[in-house]
């Protein structure tokens, strides 16, 4: 038999794919669930019992929780990644890290196949493809959904007619959650009116009295909250649970999918939203105008580049270098205010704040220049203007 790794959630397209590809075409399926901070145990043993009742040969859940922090999530941050200046890159950028684990899983057990779910109108296709190709270019590509052009009515027809008993009616709202956020997609998301209702977002409003956090950077890593030191990951994990409570970080995005049309989707991604906006705030105070301006220009292109799959280019290892080495300095404490469906940042304290009153305070002392030195240097400063003024006053 034809050995294939199929890249698989439990959900309805993947649970087709596991079941078509074994008992119709003649694979024998490997079933590989991806976790990058979505699957709790109960649902990893949920999902292992229904891909093995589908047909598959094995199942495997592998922990990429760490690796994408590290490969990933680290840099969105340190680039204070949003792309079209809100979303946190939430689903995009997990695919890579799941697409990337089950290509080395496939030649690590030298399959001859690898197999996912996705259709042929979004952006996944493109993202597992890509890395596939690039990662394992000797293992061929099966996408049933996407070639074969099949509705969630039709797979579910051929899942009843083959005796699965599951009920596959699809859910008002589907939902994706990862380390860095949930994604939301439903009715209202189709078209360009309509917002989601309070009830498409999986964490409802519980706490209403505000609360203060304080969130501890150490080169651009979350290493504290409130003073108590952990991991970064379960820092992340932390603020999560404690901000979603508020029911903060709801917003949907707009933005150009890969294949060029337009996209809409919902996500809610609390801790994601206050570690971004909290770092750079941090980075305001640490960094100088031209190290802000730069990291601007070049985290906004890392963010396109994952988005769109080309994690993999050697411009993305460049990339990381510079947004690291931007972090030696940005360190300190930045003292958030949680409150339902906000945040607010009340300041910073750190030993590199170069907000320091002893050169001067803004707009009302100046303790390092006199006043002569500051008309010489706006003088000197006049002078492009002035001379174009002048040359071209005849115009």
């Not at 057990?109 to 270019?137: E, W």
């Not at 070639?147 to 579910?156: F, M, Y």
């Not at 952990?230 to 404690?242: G, R, W």
């Not at 640490?286 to 070049?298: A, I, N, R, V």
Request: proline share 3%; glycine share 8%.
């Amino acid at each position: 038999m034809k050995k294939l790794v199929l890249a698989y959630s439990g959900g309805l397209d993947t649970s087709y794919c596991a079941h078509y590809l074994t008992h119709k075409e003649g694979y024998e399926v490997h079933a590989v669930t991806v976790n990058t901070g979505g699957f709790d145990k109960k649902e990893l043993e949920d999902i292992e019992a229904k891909a093995l009742e589908l047909g598959a040969h094995s199942y495997l859940a592998r922990n990429a929780v760490q690796s994408f922090y590290d490969r990933v999530v680290k840099y969105l941050i340190y680039g204070n990644v949003l792309r079209n200046n809100t979303y946190p890159l939430s689903v995009s950028a997990e695919r890579i890290v799941q697409a990337m684990e089950i290509a080395q899983y496939a030649r690590t057990i030298g399959a001859t196949h690898i197999a996912h779910g996705s259709t042929g109108a979004g952006n996944d296709q493109v993202r597992f493809d890509l890395i596939f190709q690039i990662m394992a270019p000797e293992v061929e590509i099966i996408t049933p959904i996407r070639d074969n052009k099949l509705s969630r009515e039709a797979e579910i027809a051929y899942l009843q007619e083959a005796g699965i008993a599951y009920s596959w009616e699809k859910a008002k709202y589907s939902v994706n959650k990862g380390l860095w956020g949930t994604s939301v997609g439903g009715e209202e998301t189709l078209g360009s009116r309509k917002p989601l209702p309070d009830q498409a977002y999986p964490s409802p409003l519980e706490q209403r009295e505000s609360e203060s956090v304080a969130l501890e950077f150490t080169k651009g890593e979350l290493t504290a909250l409130n003073g108590e030191k952990d991991t970064p990951v379960n820092n992340i994990l932390k603020l999560d649970k404690l901000a979603s409570a508020f029911a903060i970080g709801r917003d949907i995005h707009v933005g150009d999918t890969i294949i060029g049309i337009k996209g809409r989707v919902g996500f809610e991604a609390a801790a994601p939203l206050i570690i971004l906006k909290s770092h750079h705030l941090l980075e305001k105070h640490t960094l100088s105008k031209w190290q802000q301006f730069q990291k601007e220009q070049l985290g906004s292109f890392y963010g396109m580049l994952l988005h769109e799959g080309q994690y993999l280019d050697e411009v993305m290892r460049n990339i990381e270098c510079f947004l690291e080495d931007a972090q030696r300095h940005v360190s300190g404490r930045v003292f958030v205010k949680l409150h339902p469906y906000r945040f607010e940042l009340e300041g910073i304290e750190s030993e590199y704040d170069l907000m320091d009153a002893s050169f001067g305070s803004y707009g009302e002392l100046n303790l390092g220049w006199s006043a002569r030195d500051a008309k010489g240097f706006i003088k000197i400063l006049s002078n492009p203007g002035k001379i174009a003024s002048q040359i071209k006053s005849g115009e």
